[in-house]
């Protein structure tokens, strides 16, 4: 069985496997939670569209994150996506 997206892949993102266990279970319950208020059907499963998110780039390593907040290389995400004016 071939798998989609390829562990190499994932590592890239996440190096840890254990945290990205921790990533994918964590976004996939947010997912699962936002789609039942939403009154919506999900076309795919959570786990499956946490682990594209992974693969793709949107979720990153919470440790290398915090790392770059440590050393002032980047600022905090606020999860703020609005823009002010």
Known sequence: MMLYPAMGELSAQIHNRYMLVNVVARRARQIAEAYEEAHQILDEKPVTM?????????LEDPERVQEAVETGDAAPDTGDDTDEE
């Not at 946490?50 to 949107?58: F, L, Q, W």
Request: net charge negative; no cysteine.
């Open 50 to 58: 946490a682990i594209n998110e992974v693969a793709d780039g949107i």
